[in-house]
């Protein structure tokens, strides 16, 4: 038996059209590897896509490639992950798992948690999704794992959530709980959502794994992961790594401390020129405190002139501040999720008023869908949010 296990493969997720790209030829890479290593089955611990509704062509080149798994028989196994996944449960999930494209494996009866048999391998398959701001942890409090735990043989467990006993300190505003109350007696843990590579031996016989995403996400993750991953696991927990390189990724760290603006750019300039760039994702993360001026005053648009054969170019200037105005920062190696919760926790007092405040930032970063007009993108905003929000009742009577 050989199973792969994937996750946050954000299809759809970089807002430059060249990362967009390379995110989907990742996901066709992985597909290219499972069929060619015959694996009996996948799973996807969430995060499919970037947003509850991707684009077009994004889901059109997703549909392609899990229709390659199909026609080999190899079965795809999912949870929905907190960005499937819409504020009032809308999931593009559901399309793909009607389209025998995929299963979901999160099937509840009367709150108990069924187990989904795998027919080649006869391994068990079950899992709870995941959602925005750590929400799932109430759920995992009122589900039923009775069944998981008492199912003999092989057994995997999806999850889409952070784990409090191993998460790394750039997490501490991300919601987690504990490993032990994940149901027990399974072989294989499949994690997903925290952007790291983990394998961890919890309990009697499992094994906990995040694989990491299957390609980088944002500035941080790109700098340091350079490409994407996921594993391959037999029926002994034997985990192979598997990564996915697309296109070389150049970084390069430039402090301009204690400079004036012109020295900084005379720094910056020497630096690039030096860079071999030709087709390679270039990554320059300049920082430091000036001594004058305005940060403005350094014309960094120069670098994409120097470096115009680049496949593509990023620049990260959060850290380049002037000296007077230093201060600390957030910084791009937060997840938007920790950064959401920080924001909510310490600005909200009221708990059930902090769940309305992340149900209403769910809506306002939902994308409208391609040959949606803009009034029906704004009517099934409105929808949703009152959906989530479970006021239906109190809005539909006053009306």
């Given amino acids: 038996m050989k199973f792969a296990h994937m996750a946050d493969c954000h299809l759809g997720g970089w807002r430059e059209e060249k990362l967009k790209q390379i995110g989907l030829q990742s996901f066709t890479k992985a597909i290219d590897v499972c069929i060619e290593k015959q694996v009996d089955f996948v799973i996807i611990s969430g995060d499919l896509f970037n947003t509850a509704m991707p684009g077009i062509a994004v889901l059109s080149h997703c549909v392609e490639q899990l229709k390659r798994l199909k026609d080999k028989t190899i079965p795809v196994y999912v949870i929905v992950g907190s960005h ?15 389209a025998g494209l995929v299963v979901n494996v999160m099937k509840l009866k009367d709150k108990k948690l069924q187990v989904t048999i795998d027919e080649k391998t006869n391994v068990g398959l079950t899992g709870v999704f995941g959602r925005r701001a750590g929400l799932e942890t109430e759920d995992y409090k009122s589900l039923d794992f009775l069944e998981v735990e008492q199912q003999t043989g092989f057994n995997i467990f999806l999850f889409h959530t ?10 501490d505003a991300v919601t987690c709980h504990s490993y032990k109350e994940l149901p027990q007696n399974c072989n294989y843990y499949a994690g997903g959502h925290v952007h790291y590579l983990l394998q961890k031996k919890v309990g009697e016989k499992g094994t906990l794994t995040y694989p990491g995403a299957l390609y980088p996400n944002n500035f941080g993750e790109l700098e340091e992961f350079k490409m994407g991953h996921f594993y391959i696991v037999d029926e002994n927990v034997n985990i192979e790594d598997i990564w996915l ?35 390679k994702i270039v990554l320059l993360r300049i920082k430091g405190a000036i001594t004058d001026g305005r940060t403005v005053d350094i014309n960094l648009g120069q670098i994409d002139t120097i470096l115009k054969d680049a496949y593509i170019v990023l620049k990260h200037t959060a850290k ?4 007077e105005e230093e201060q600390e920062l957030l910084t791009v190696e937060q997840t938007p999720e920790a950064i959401e919760k920080e924001i909510i926790t310490t600005k909200v007092e009221l708990k059930d008023k902090q769940t309305i405040a992340q149900t209403l930032m769910e809506q306002l970063v939902l994308e409208k869908a391609d040959g949606e007009t803009i009034a029906g993108f704004d009517e099934r905003i409105i929808k949703n949010a009152i959906k989530s929000m479970k006021i239906e009742k109190l809005v539909y009577d006053e009306d």
């Avoid at 005379?266 to 030096?274: A, L, P, Q, R, S």
């Fill in 162 to 171: 952070a784990i409090e006993e191993f998460k790394p300190e750039n997490l």
């Fill in 245 to 279: 390189p697309i296109k070389e990724v150049i970084t390069k760290t430039i402090s301009v401390d204690g400079l004036r603006p012109s020295e900084a750019e005379d720094m910056i300039i020497e630096t690039v020129k030096k860079i071999d760039a030709v087709d």
């Fill in 320 to 323: 380049l501040v002037v000296k």
């Fill in 84 to 98: 499937d996944c819409s504020a009032s449960g809308d999931t593009m999930m559901d399309v793909l798992e009607k």
